[in-house]
């Protein structure tokens, strides 16, 4: 059964480093997804992409962060100058095309600013 | 913020039904009922949605009022790996960004 994939699993990282969290969403998929979850509190959504341009983003998603489909497989998520707060695990997602689709997730990139 | 409103958590014996109700009272005509769950930690995991009937697959049945104001999620035989917080979302539009509550924590026993 396909599935969304995401590296690292775990990340470190010292405040104000750079991040990119890689996700590989199913192969035939045309909607893309970044949401998070601080530990303890509820999955929240970032930024939804489609047709290689953000289609929504939350207002968590400042210039802070950014989103590229850069080879057409890979969806990453770059997080520059991290924060204390940037804590969390962050999850990818996607959909087929065509309306009211679900979304399927990936297990996940924990990232741990130090 | 979240559209639904869902108990905070439950208990269900194993091997027993488990019904998780939700609360949408302002559901538009164009919005489907979805139902995600996630297991400590992992990736939220699809597992139905409805628009006005009823619908049933190989992992729940979900149960939605004729006004639709309202809908339980059906667990016909629970297991202990069923534990889990499951989440009631309301969305429109293809596409759409999922706007997660805090779910219902459902704790399947032995």
């Known amino acids: 059964e396909p599935e969304v994939t995401q590296t690292p699993s775990h990340q470190v990282t010292q405040m104000g480093q750079e991040v990119i969290l890689r996700c590989v969403p199913i192969s035939n998929h045309l909607y893309f997804y970044w949401y998070r979850q601080i530990l303890g509190q509820k999955v929240e959504f970032l930024v939804s992409?489609?047709?290689?341009?953000?289609?929504?983003k939350s207002e968590i998603f400042d210039d802070q962060f950014s989103v590229e489909r850069p080879d057409g497989s890979n969806f990453t998520l770059k997080i520059r100058s991290t924060k204390l707060e940037d804590s969390a695990m962050y999850f990818c997602a996607s959909s087929e095309p065509g309306g009211y689709n679900e979304q399927f997730f990936g297990p996940g990139t924990r990232l741990t600013v130090l | 913020d979240a559209k639904t409103t869902q108990p905070t958590s439950m208990d269900c014996a194993e091997g027993r039904a488990a019904n998780l109700p939700c609360n949408h009272s302002t559901i538009s005509g164009n919005e489907y009922v979805y139902w995600y769950r996630q297991i400590h930690s992992q990736g939220p995991q699809y597992i139905i949605h409805g628009l006005k009937n009823n619908e049933t697959n190989e992992m729940a049945s979900l149960i939605i009022t004729e006004d639709r104001k309202s809908s339980t999620l059906i667990l016909p035989h629970a297991t202990l790996r069923d534990t889990a917080v499951y989440y009631c979302?309301?969305?429109?539009?293809?596409?759409?960004?999922?706007?997660f509550g805090q779910g219902t924590e459902l704790s399947v026993k032995p």
């Open positions: 992409f489609y047709n290689n341009e953000i289609s929504e």
């Open positions: 979302i309301v969305q429109s539009n293809q596409g759409g960004k999922l706007i």
